[in-house]
């Protein structure tokens, strides 16, 4: 078994579904793959969000993708936060892209998990328990960091994506 399993990212600057991210950075701009030096965050604002989904192109001989997680790992500097709508439980899910904004999002106002979750924490067809038994896309991942006015740039954290192959 081998799915072929990217994540791939929604903006309004190309006005297109990117596939297969180089990156997940966080800035004052609605790209992919975006450059954190040419669009840092400023102190005291939020980042454009980011809408990734897990993008199934190839089921590779499984019958399903399933428990799907994300987490970020490492600090953010200062007092910055990093919000999203991935939940463990309540869970409403995000089955349409919205243009990114740098303004709180209803729904994406959680705590980005720092570990890896013990359950499921982004959705599939609106539901935690979904699988995916084709190719097609997960849920989208929201998700958005918050700086506070003292915060200083040059902090790095590392997102992480993790799903289960069924055989």
């Known amino acids: 078994m081998a ?3 990217s994540i791939s990212e929604s903006n309004t600057v190309s006005q297109t579904i990117t596939a ?7 800035g004052n701009t ?4 975006l450059d954190p ?14 809408y990734q989904r897990f993008n199934v192109t190839n089921m590779g001989g499984s019958s399903a993708i ?10 953010l500097g200062g007092a910055a936060t990093h919000v999203t709508n991935a939940r463990l439980s309540a869970y409403a899910g995000a089955a349409s892209f919205s243009t990114p904004v740098t303004t709180a999002i209803t729904g994406a106002d959680q705590a980005m998990p720092t570990s890896v979750p013990a359950t499921a924490n982004l959705g ?3 539901s935690l328990s979904g699988s995916l038994t084709t190719t097609g896309y997960s849920d989208y991942l929201i998700h958005q960091i918050i700086s506070d006015a003292g ?16 055989a």
């Open 37 to 50: 030096v040419v669009y840092p965050v400023t102190p005291g604002n939020r980042t454009y969000a980011k």
């Open 124 to 126: 599939i067809g609106g």
């Open 66 to 75: 399933q428990n799907l997680k994300v987490w970020r790992t490492s600090a």
């Open 30 to 33: 609605d790209a992919v793959n």
């Open 20 to 26: 297969s991210i180089t990156n997940s950075n966080m």
């Open 151 to 166: 915060d200083v740039a040059g902090s790095t954290s590392t997102m992480n994506y993790q799903y289960d192959e069924v």
């Open 3 to 5: 799915a072929t399993v």
